[in-house]
């Protein structure tokens, strides 16, 4: 059974920036990140591939960034220009090797409010 323990999240300004971290108990492929808003399905931000290759959801294309250090088994969501719309509960997603779907272990969350 593979761990996430997610961190970073809390309340920033619009405008502002977030950095999110993800480290996974063990080895794994694929991982990336999701989000639920209330009232919303959970959807796509953005996955990574082990070999660093990214997915991004539309949404956040040109102002989140995903990265991994596979050395710490982590990965990283630097979240700039944020925007209202970008509050959400923030879940760490691993397994597989697709970047277009998710694997099977979720992190608890972590809350992003964008609100002035």
């Known amino acids: 059974q593979v761990q996430l323990v997610e961190s970073g999240g809390g309340l920033v300004q619009p405008g502002g920036s977030l950095r999110l971290s993800c480290t996974a108990s063990?080895?794994?492929?694929?991982m990336g990140w999701y989000r639920q808003a209330p009232g919303k399905l959970r959807e796509l931000v953005a996955r990574i591939s082990s070999g660093g290759r990214p997915n991004y959801a539309d949404s956040v294309k040109g102002r989140f960034t995903i990265s991994r250090d596979n050395a710490k088994n982590t990965i990283y969501l630097q979240m700039n220009s944020l925007k209202p719309e970008d509050t959400a509960v923030y879940y760490c997603n691993a397994g597989g090797d697709s970047i277009y779907f998710a694997g099977n272990y979720w992190g608890q969350g972590t809350q992003v409010t964008v609100s002035s």
């Open positions: 063990g080895s794994i492929y694929a």
